[in-house]
């Protein structure tokens, strides 16, 4: 079983930045494709970016393209979610996740997830 813990989420100002971290439980994850989502009060969670452990492709949602960096630390089982230039907007429960089998952009394809931790922005 795999157990993924979120941290990092706080209150901020509209132009900060933050750094979320994921920090997964086992060993085996590493064969894992990962991912950060968010959820916004009365909307659906939402893509934001993903990476493989093997070779660490990325890709990112457009609304945080150029903005957000997703990073690993394969030593500490750890996925990163650089957030800069945050907006009102990007208030949200940002969750990481974790698919064995797919690496995809839909939420349905992550078999494992953390918590959540939350991020404010004010404006």
């Known amino acids: 079983q795999v157990q993924l813990v979120e941290s990092g989420g706080e209150l901020v100002q509209t132009g900060g930045s933050l750094r979320l971290s994921c920090a997964a439980s086992a060993r085996a994850v590493r064969l894992f494709f990962m991912g950060w989502f968010r959820q916004a009060p009365g909307k659906e969670r939402e893509f934001v970016a993903r990476?493989?452990?093997?070779?660490?492709?990325?890709y990112y949602a457009d609304s945080v393209k150029d903005r957000f960096t997703i990073s690993l630390d394969n030593a500490k089982s750890t996925m990163y979610l650089q957030l800069n230039n945050l907006k009102p907007d990007d208030t949200a429960v940002y969750y990481c996740?974790?698919?064995?089998?797919?690496?995809?952009?839909?939420?349905?394809?992550?078999?494992?997830w953390g918590q959540g931790t939350q991020v404010t922005v004010s404006s």
């Open positions: 996740a974790a698919s064995s089998t797919t690496l995809t952009t839909r939420a349905s394809g992550y078999e494992y």
């Open positions: 990476i493989t452990w093997s070779g660490g492709f990325t």
